[in-house]
């Protein structure tokens, strides 16, 4: 089983950029589609993004479409989120998850079977 670490959070101003990184232990990474999540105080997680196993595809909340970019180095067993032109409402605790099969359009949290502990994102206006 994948283990995932995410790291690269931090306090931003609004319109700051940060990238996020989410290492994976293990030789199995590259047979994993990968996710980003985020979840803000007293709402629910969210589908930020998604990336199929060799990179190929992606797919992005209408929310973070155009300002954010999901890419993945299978060499380096990491999975990274790139955040441009930050707001104050990306505010959240970012989570990296695995699952073994990717699905272009698909948002749901509940086919991800391996999740890291996350790592805080706040953007101040």
Same mark, same amino acid.
């Given at each position: 089983q994948v283990q995932l670490v995410e790291s690269g959070g931090g306090l931003v101003q609004a319109g700051?950029?940060?990238?996020?990184?989410?290492?994976?232990?293990? %030789?199995?990474?590259?047979?994993?589609?990968?996710?980003?999540? %985020?979840?803000?105080p007293g709402k629910e997680r969210e589908f930020v993004a998604a990336i199929s196993q060799s990179g190929g595809s992606t797919f992005y909340a209408d929310s973070v479409k155009g300002r954010f970019t999901i890419s993945r180095d299978n060499a380096k067993n990491t999975v990274y989120l790139?955040?441009?032109?930050?707001?104050?409402?990306?505010?959240?605790?970012?989570?990296?998850a695995a699952r073994s099969i990717f699905i272009s359009s698909s948002t749901s949290s509940q086919a991800y079977h391996t999740w890291g502990q996350g790592t805080q994102v706040t953007v101040s206006s």
């Open positions: 700051d950029s940060l990238r996020l990184s989410c290492a994976a232990s293990g %030789r199995t990474f590259s047979t994993y589609a990968m996710g980003w999540f %985020r979840q803000a790139q955040m441009n032109s930050l707001k104050p409402e990306d505010t959240a605790v970012y989570c990296c």
